[in-house]
């Protein structure tokens, strides 16, 4: 699709030169979602002096019909590695390529990714001040920024916001969204009440599910990946809920990419068997019943293989048990993703506190096999006998059990399963899930002017 051209504002400013409360520092840049470079000096400000961090120069945006101007605020976004990330990104990349402006808002990364600029925009983005999430260094929370973001917002208003994450980022956007009658809509792609479980801070579950209440029941619609978790939702009090699901890149994710050299790199003899594993390496994610599954499997074919990509908390664990027959492969980006992926034979995926899992779309797309819990991603593009298996939530004996015959299943039976999982993803495309998502975007805006229209009529 060729894009429509939309300029949108460029915003700069300052740090906030260590002042409490000082308004957090915003340099927008055109970058895109690929290359996010340092910003260049702003032609006049070479050797200048800071501003001042009251100071937000804005330059207007250029009027595009038929083009909505969004601001999308998240508190993780490329090269951070996550499903949350990863989805947004071509979101974003999705909206340019409709035509539609948008402005990104993220906490300040760690370090920028060097890169040249691209010839032509893709969005303009709003660094914010952050703070490196306990136990997860490369990631980053954002800092109450209300005031900046009703500043911004009040100089050059976007016709939508769009917040994707819940934080103190994204409820400083929520406030001052609010407070300028902005229409907002959001994301719920984190079960966040449901991780506490697994930190021993049950007791938690109520307050945050509260909060995730009453943050998701302000905007005019809450996006969700599937019927399952809009139900579940509602059922909890959740208002105005919209399934949008998730697609794939098929093209980067393919069998095509499968390595001879990589499984040979792993130790795989010819007759070996990789089971793979993408995600975080916490708790959430079930490892342990996954570690539990590759020594049932191991008992049966003792020169198989687990691989972990990714990185987390639970790394020196992993790495501290010395066992030959476990991989960890640390995060990997792009087609170095993809040919892991597709140089495995199995792919165990033992989590139950995915919002949507996009690794489930992404094995089936790099022609694997799938084990997983009837939930989430799994729940709708898993099916037993066809592409994989699929085992009740809350049965870990059957979950080891199926992952000990998917194993020892003849290769004849897992290449076709893995055959018809690369042919189901090929029906899981971006261009719907970009188009719901759009539509989305454009009933909130017409709720919001309608919904002024109403009051203005009651006065």
């Known amino acids: 699709m060729t894009a429509r051209a939309c300029h949108g504002a460029v915003a700069e400013g300052a740090d906030d030169g260590g002042q409490k409360g000082a308004p957090v520092t ?70 340019h390529q ?74 400083s956007a929520l406030q001052a969204a609010l407070q300028l009658k902005l229409p907002v ?5 984190t079960n966040f009440h449901q991780y506490s479980r697994h930190y021993g801070l ?11 209440r009453k943050f998701h029941n302000s905007a005019q619609c809450t996006m969700v990946p599937t019927e399952a978790l809009r139900a579940d939702l509602q059922a909890a009090g959740f208002l105005r809920l919209a399934v949008v699901a998730r697609g794939v890149d098929t093209a980067l994710f393919t069998p095509e990419r499968r390595s001879p050299a990589l499984r040979a790199q792993w130790g795989v003899p010819p007759d070996g068997l990789v089971m793979a594993c993408v995600g975080r390496l916490a708790a959430e994610k079930n490892l342990d019943l996954l570690l539990q599954a590759f020594d049932a499997v191991r008992l049966q074919r003792p020169h198989s293989r687990l691989l972990l990509v990714g990185d987390g908390p639970m790394r020196a664990a992993l790495q501290a048990r010395l066992d030959p027959g476990l991989i960890l492969a640390g995060q990997r980006h792009g087609a170095d993703l993809a040919a892991h992926y597709a140089s495995a034979d199995l792919f165990c995926f033992a989590s139950q506190t995915e919002t949507w899992g996009n690794v489930t779309a992404e094995a089936l797309a790099s022609g694997l096999p799938v084990l997983a819990f009837d939930h989430a991603a799994a729940g709708l593009l898993v099916h037993t006998g066809r592409n994989g298996v699929r085992v009740p939530a809350q049965a870990p004996g059957r979950f080891v059990q199926a992952a000990v015959e998917l194993a020892t299943a003849p290769p004849a039976r897992r290449a076709a399963l893995a055959q018809q999982a690369r ?20 009933r909130a805006v017409q709720r919001q002017a309608l919904a002024g229209l109403r009051t203005a009529v009651a006065r």
């Open 26 to 95: 915003t340099t927008t840049l055109p970058h895109t979602a690929a290359l996010l470079g340092p910003a260049p000096t702003p032609p006049g400000l070479a050797g200048a002096a800071p501003l001042d961090s009251d100071d937000l120069l804005v330059h207007p945006f250029a009027a595009v019909p038929r083009c909505l101007r969004v601001a999308v605020v998240t508190e993780t976004y490329p090269p951070e590695v996550n499903g949350v990330a990863t989805t947004l990104a071509r979101v974003v990349e999705g909206l």
């Open 98 to 171: 409709r035509g539609h402006e948008v402005q990104l808002l993220r906490p300040r990364p760690r370090q920028e990714t060097p890169g040249a600029e691209p010839a032509e925009p893709r969005f303009h983005e709003v660094l914010m001040r952050g703070l490196p999430i306990p136990r997860y260094p490369g990631l980053r929370m954002g800092l109450p920024s209300k005031g900046a973001l009703v500043r911004l917002w009040a100089q050059r208003r976007p016709d939508v916001v769009h917040i994707a994450t819940e934080g103190p980022l994204g409820w």
């Open 185 to 189: 809509t959001s994301d719920f792609r």
């Open 202 to 212: 049950g007791w938690l579950r109520k307050p945050i599910m509260a909060y995730l």
């Open 423 to 442: 042919q189901d993803a090929l029906a899981l495309g971006w261009e719907g899930v970009l188009a719901l998502f759009e539509a989305q975007l454009h």
